[in-house]
């Protein structure tokens, strides 16, 4: 079988053998080469599969971090399940539409989907909502730890039981962080005013950016490469890996990558929870399994592709202001009005406070 190009050299905890045996050991380290058989490919095409198990994202890029999520996840759960199961990767090619992906999971047609906290929001869990809060995190390891610790735990929990086992959260995503670039260089929030920007138009996202005097303009991710070349738009916001793939930086109204590391992101690797429950116990282990170490991955070839993507960003003329040389501060003193307040209108106090102290 091809292992992707990052999680052979990403070692798992021994909460994967943990899920093996039905036990939960204190995690430590292990190599992928103890879980699955590399050359056991032959053999697997041979198996009639019980199961055929079609997990989604909306990414048409093979060269997109949840590419390689999905692949691994195919290649683990395919050689635990002796081929029993058989999964099919869908890169986009059924919808670019998030919604209708998530629409495809309740249908039964897909079984797993990567989607946004903001599908959760519209199936009527609220508390997602404060991922949509900027400057949430101070970085990545501040994000991992709350996401794998008594938020994420939270959350899991909360849409399990408010969506009556309609979605379960098997593990969190990133999309990267999100910074500011356009035709102008910016430094500190004072920058921004008089600028419009590609964002969210309604929401905490909106009010943020409305805050410091921009206008967010709703465009399309698909028509944002010409809306940014016919200038009509000034700015956007987006992580490195996304907006080099589709080439903003070249434009004139993308040239200036401004480090504001504003939004550390999470999405959500689901599955139907029905879909879940009517496997065996065997086969969950192997499913949970499969999504740690497609977890694993996916967060591991983001943090990679960061630094690339900026890397060929810069090569390719964009012109970079780091975090470094920002004032974070003034950006955060108008991003942590709007938290206290959002916590205390939707009675969110202790999971903001959760998230806070998970540094």
């Known amino acids: ?55 989604a994202s909306n990414q048409t890029s093979q060269d997109n971090p949840y590419h390689f999520g999905l692949q691994t996840f195919k290649e683990v759960l395919e050689e635990l399940s002796g081929g029993t199961v058989k999964v099919i990767c869908s890169d986009g090619d059924l919808s670019e539409d998030e919604a209708e992906l998530v629409h495809m999971l309740d249908s039964g047609q897909i079984q797993m989907v990567v989607c946004s906290p903001g599908n959760m929001s519209s199936a009527g869990v609220s508390e997602v909502n404060m991922l949509s809060l900027l400057y949430l995190f101070d970085g990545f390891s501040h994000w991992e730890a709350a996401m794998d610790g008594q938020f994420g735990s939270a959350m899991t929990d909360i849409i399990l039981e408010r969506t009556k086992n309609q979605y379960r959260i098997m593990g969190y995503w990133s999309a990267g962080v999100r910074d500011y670039y356009g035709k102008v260089p910016i430094s500190s929030a004072k920058d921004v005013e008089g600028l419009t920007i590609r964002t969210q138009t309604s929401g905490v996202v909106s009010e943020f950016w409305t805050g410091l005097g921009a206008q967010p303009l709703n465009i399309g991710w698909g028509v944002l490469y010409d809306a940014l070349k016919n200038n009509e738009v000034d700015s956007a916001e987006n992580d490195y890996t996304n907006l080099m793939l589709k080439e903003h930086h070249k434009t004139g109204n993308g040239k200036y990558i401004c480090e504001t590391h504003h939004d550390y992101t999470t999405r959500l690797f689901i599955i139907n929870g029905e879909f879940y429950d009517s496997l065996t116990g065997e086969q969950k282990n192997w499913v949970d399994t499969a999504a740690l170490a497609a977890t694993l991955e996916e967060r591991a070839v983001t943090y990679d592709m960061m630094d690339s993507s900026k890397a060929q960003c810069m090569l390719e003329g964009a012109v970079v202001i780091e975090f470094e040389e920002m004032d974070i501060a003034s950006f955060k003193e108008q991003a942590v009005v709007i938290q206290d307040t959002y916590a205390e209108e939707n009675g969110l106090k202790s999971y903001l406070e959760m998230i806070r102290s998970a540094k």
Request: one cysteine or more; glycine letters at 8%; hydrophobic letters at 45%.
């Open 1 to 55: 079988m091809r292992l992707s190009r990052f999680f052979s050299n990403v070692v798992v905890s021994v909460l994967v053998a943990g899920l093996l045996c039905g036990c939960g050991a204190e995690p430590k380290r292990k190599t992928i080469g103890s879980m699955v058989d590399v050359n056991n490919s032959q053999a697997l095409q041979n198996v009639e599969p019980d199961i055929v198990f079609t997990i």
